[in-house]
C-alpha cells in the first residue's frame, strides 16, 4: 500500500515539474503595441511607465469581458479600442500622419470559430477602425471596404465618426515633418528599421504602435483583431499587412489566432498569420515553434517585427527579431504581465 502510494505521490510531482518545466499557465489573451527599435536606453521612465499603464489598462478591459462571459469577438474589439484611443500607439487617436497629412487608418478582425472576418483600410474618420471592421464582418457580405466607401459604410452601421482633426497629436506632425525634412522621396516606418528598400532607405521613427490582440473565451473560441495607422510619410495610398486576412491577421479555432506587427510588406509576401496555421496544422507544429519559423521567413528576407499567437489550448508565442515589442498577457486567473523589452 504505501508502495502505492509513493508511486502516485512520485506521478504526481513528475507532473507539476513537466507543468513549471513548459510554463502550462492557460492564457484567455495577449496583445502587442508594436515591435521596433525599442530600447531602454531611448525610454524614459515616465514613457515607460505610461506605455506600461496603457499595456495593463488593455488587458485589464479584455479579461473583465472574458470572465463576464462575453466573446473572444467582445474581448479583442474592447481591448483594441483601450489601444486605439491611447495616443501612444500607431492607431486610431495615435495613427502616425501620410505625406499629405492625413491620418490612414487600417483595421482587421477574425472569429476562429466560424472563420468569418472583416476589415477596412485607408479610414480617416472613424474612432475606432477595430469597430468598423467587425461591422463589415457581421453586418455585410464582403471582407475588407476600403476609403470613403468604407467610411459611409460604417456611418450607416453605427460606428462612431469624428472630423480628422480628431486624430491629430503634435509629436506624429512632428514625426512627419521630420521625415519630409529627412528626405521627401522615403517613408519612414513607425516600426523603426534601418534596412534598404529597393526605392531608397527606411529610417526610424522612433515611434511604434500597431497593436493587436488575441483572446480566448469560456467557449473555447479563438478571435484575433489588429489595428494601425500604417507608416509615416506613406504615398501612394499604400496599404500594409494589418487588414489583410492572412498576412497581418488571422484566426482559427483548429489552430491558432495570430496578430502581426512590422515591415508589412515582407509580412504580406509571406503571408505569415496563415503561414502559421498552416505549419501547425500540416506540420502538426506547436504554437511557439510555428510563430518562430515564420518570424524567420521574415527575417531572412530582409524584414523586421514581431508577431502574437495564441492557440485553444491557451498556450501563447510572442516572437520578435527586433529590439523591443510592447507586449502582455493575461491567465484565467487575472495574472497580468506587461513586456517591452528583450
Same mark, same amino acid.
Given at each position: ?13 513528475? *507532473? ?55 466573446? $473572444? ?9 483601450? %489601444?486605439?484611443?491611447?495616443?501612444? @500607439?500607431?492607431? +486610431?487617436? +495615435?495613427?502616425? @500622419? ?6 490612414? %487608418? ?32 457581421? #453586418? ?12 459611409? @459604410? ?8 469624428? =472630423? ?6 503634435? !509629436? ?11 528626405? $521627401?522621396?522615403?517613408?519612414?516606418? =513607425?516600426? +523603426?528599421?534601418? #534596412? $534598404? ?20 473565451? #469560456? ?21 500594409? =499587412? ?17 496578430? *502581426? ?23 502538426? %507544429? ?14 531572412? %528576407? ?14 501563447? $508565442?510572442?516572437? @520578435?527579431?527586433? !529590439? ?19
Amino acid at each position: 500500500m504505501m508502495n502505492k502510494n509513493l508511486k502516485t505521490i512520485a506521478v504526481l510531482l513528475l *507532473c507539476f515539474a513537466a507543468n513549471l518545466a513548459y510554463g502550462q499557465e492557460k492564457y484567455v489573451m495577449v496583445i502587442h503595441g508594436g515591435a521596433g527599435t525599442i530600447t531602454r536606453k531611448n525610454m524614459s521612465p515616465e514613457k515607460e511607465a505610461a506605455y506600461v499603464a496603457a499595456l495593463t489598462k488593455a488587458l485589464q478591459t479584455g479579461y473583465e469581458v472574458l470572465k463576464s462571459g462575453k466573446t $473572444s469577438l467582445d474581448a479583442v474589439e474592447a481591448t483594441i479600442h483601450v %489601444m486605439e484611443d491611447s495616443p501612444l @500607439f500607431n492607431a +486610431g487617436k +495615435g495613427a502616425v @500622419f501620410t505625406h499629405d497629412g492625413k491620418n490612414e %487608418m487600417d483595421a482587421a478582425i477574425m472569429d476562429g470559430k466560424t472563420m468569418m472576418a472583416g476589415a477596412v483600410a485607408g479610414v480617416t474618420t472613424i474612432k475606432n477602425p477595430i469597430s468598423a471592421a467587425r461591422a463589415v464582418m457581421e #453586418k455585410s457580405e464582403h471582407v475588407m471596404m476600403v476609403g470613403p466607401g468604407a467610411e459611409s @459604410f460604417a456611418k450607416q452601421a453605427g460606428i462612431e465618426i469624428v =472630423d480628422p482633426e480628431y486624430f491629430y497629436t503634435k !509629436e506624429r506632425w512632428d514625426g512627419l515633418q521630420k521625415a519630409i525634412q529627412e528626405d $521627401s522621396t522615403k517613408s519612414v516606418l =513607425d516600426h +523603426g528599421n534601418k #534596412k $534598404s528598400m529597393k526605392l531608397g532607405t527606411i529610417n526610424p521613427d522612433y515611434k511604434f504602435g500597431t497593436v493587436g490582440a488575441v483572446a480566448l473565451d #469560456k467557449n473555447g473560441n479563438l478571435a484575433a483583431g489588429t489595428s494601425t495607422g500604417g507608416m509615416t510619410n506613406k504615398k501612394y495610398g499604400r496599404i500594409g =499587412d494589418s487588414p489583410i486576412i492572412g498576412a497581418g491577421t488571422y484566426a482559427n479555432n483548429a489552430t491558432a489566432g495570430i496578430s *502581426c506587427t512590422g515591415w508589412g510588406e515582407f509580412y504580406i509576401r509571406n503571408v505569415v498569420a496563415h503561414d502559421i496555421s498552416a505549419m501547425m496544422e500540416y506540420k502538426n %507544429m506547436s504554437v511557439a515553434d510555428a510563430s518562430r519559423a515564420a518570424l524567420d521567413k521574415v527575417g531572412k %528576407m530582409g524584414g523586421d517585427g514581431g508577431l502574437i499567437a495564441m492557440d485553444a489550448k491557451g498556450n501563447v $508565442s510572442m516572437p @520578435f527579431n527586433t !529590439e523591443g515589442m510592447y507586449r502582455g498577457t493575461v491567465t484565467e486567473n487575472g495574472k497580468i504581465e506587461v513586456l517591452i523589452y528583450k
